[in-house]
């Protein structure tokens, strides 16, 4: 069977869909939950995606994402392989946990991404597992109605689709989505054109425009070495150099030993960098090598407090760069 298409493109919005194995569980503990979460997070980060909606159920999850970036693909490589390695290790277990790969279809925001909000949100309640979308406690939907201080979701965009009252929003959100409580689920992918674009008319020419643009580009893109992440590896490179007063040659050719591994890890945590392109901007380390660097620098920053300090300092550095 071939693989569906992806369509990837700067900005382009996403509903995500990945079921476990044979319909399998995927999660089995409030841990796993979080840890799922915690790699969307580190997503957001290392590849500057925005998170929309999700819901994490018992055997699949919904996501719904845009990259500004377009990288999906590498996006949706690291949450579901950095997921899988956690299970796998956690039980002991080897193979595949999801079923294939994910399934991604590009929508139209302006006329479906206020519904398509509401479709994930009330998932648990279709399945029977509460009776109010706010009681399940793996979706972002008290995002959208309480005020929860710091969140993983960009909730503004759908929220302003309503008001540009933050308050008045959320409570005309919730009352959005429990309008649909109790009835038939109004499932906008009947509508899904191709199996991978849900929109009007307009919205699936210009994408069709898009998708043959970007596949007679497709060599070009290849060949391009350039990280269509927040930051590069160079932009990291000169700023700790900077930070440290020192040249990034001095970095680069090992002169400072540790603040190279720090440089690593630090690459590896915010960029989208796999360890063979850092182990070659390194002079040829091997992946395995750059694995090992970054995990012995996570352990060590468990107990460290002087090296989280660092790790601060850097961060705020690297706040004032422009992206």
Do not use: W
């Not at 759908?158 to 008001?163: D, F, V, Y």
């Amino acid at each position: 069977m071939a693989r569906p298409l992806r369509i990837e493109y700067e900005g382009a919005l996403y509903h995500i869909t990945a079921r476990g194995n044979e319909r399998r569980n995927i999660f089995f503990s409030k841990t796993d939950y979080e840890k799922f979460l915690h790699y969307v997070a580190e997503a957001k980060k290392k590849f500057g995606i925005k998170l929309y909606a999700y819901v994490l159920m018992s055997n699949h999850f919904h996501l719904v994402v845009e990259t500004p970036a377009a990288n999906l693909s590498k996006t949706m490589q690291y949450i579901n392989g950095s997921y899988t390695t956690y299970v796998n290790i956690k039980r002991r277990r080897s193979g595949h946990l999801f079923q294939g790969r994910y399934k991604a279809i590009i929508i139209d925001r302006e006329n479906y991404l206020l519904e398509l909000s509401r479709y994930v949100h009330l998932n648990p309640v279709r399945a029977n597992m509460v009776q109010k979308p706010e009681e399940y406690l793996y979706s972002s939907y008290k995002s959208y109605i309480l005020n929860n201080g710091k969140s993983i979701v960009d909730e503004s965009q759908i929220l302003e689709m309503i008001s540009d009252k933050k308050g008045q929003a959320k409570l005309q959100y919730k009352r959005f989505v429990e309008a649909a409580v109790g009835r038939e689920p109004d499932d906008p992918h009947k509508n899904v054109y191709g199996g991978i674009i849900l929109g009007g008319t307009a919205f699936i020419k210009e994408t069709l425009k898009t998708i043959k643009a970007e596949l007679l580009q497709k060599d070009e893109i290849a060949h391009s070495r350039k990280l269509k992440t927040g930051y590069g590896i160079e932009e990291i490179v000169d700023c700790i150099a900077r930070f440290n007063k020192i040249s990034k040659e001095e970095i680069v050719k090992n002169n400072h030993r540790e603040l190279r591994k720090l440089t690593i890890y630090f690459i590896k945590k915010n960029t989208g960098a796999t360890n063979r392109q850092i182990g070659e901007y390194f002079g040829g380390i091997q992946s395995s090598a750059v694995s090992k660097i970054v995990e012995r620098i996570s352990n060590e920053l468990v107990n460290n407090r002087k090296l989280r300090k660092v790790i601060v300092n850097i961060e705020r550095e690297m706040s004032h760069v422009e992206n």
